[in-house]
């Protein structure tokens, strides 16, 4: 399992929560404006959109939960997500791959806000995650995981 704790279980029923932002187009244009209105990294890390009106639509919600409860923030947990996506036998999961690309935004916003031998760390850790990213993208065409 690649993101552990998005499989929880939701204090008010017995289900799993287990959220996914994009759905459809529509959704994938919404992430993108998210993305765009600037975000707000508090010290704690945690992850806001700034834009009060985006902020307020459910799939903000959504966002939230997945930046602040599921997506590694520790460059250990980035290393183990990197380390998991390496040995991975197939194409991601659709939410699997979402949960990468906000783990990299992430990690760029480390890297931007880190100086010195942390910034080459996080650095690191976003080419890493590029570079997973870009082999599931590839899978298909390369014949067999390497």
């Given amino acids: 399992m690649l993101f552990p704790t998005a499989q929880r279980i939701k204090r008010s029923s017995a289900a799993f ?39 307020s639509l459910r799939k903000a919600t959504e966002f939230d939960i997945i930046c602040n409860e599921i997506i590694p923030k520790s460059i250990t947990e980035i290393r183990r997500l990197t380390s998991r996506l390496s040995s991975y036998p197939r194409v991601l999961k659709k939410e699997d791959f979402e949960r990468t690309v906000l783990t990299m935004v992430y990690t760029a916003y480390r890297v931007a806000q880190s100086q010195g031998h942390q910034k080459d760390i996080w650095a690191e850790s976003f080419v890493n995650l590029y570079k997973a990213l870009k082999h599931d993208l590839m899978f298909p065409y390369n014949g067999e995981p390497s």
């Fill in 17 to 55: 929560l287990n959220p996914v932002l994009q759905n459809s187009l529509e959704d994938v244009v919404l992430l993108y404006e998210f993305l765009l209105a600037e975000l707000d990294i508090d010290k704690v890390q945690r992850i806001s959109i700034k834009d009060e009106e985006l902020a």
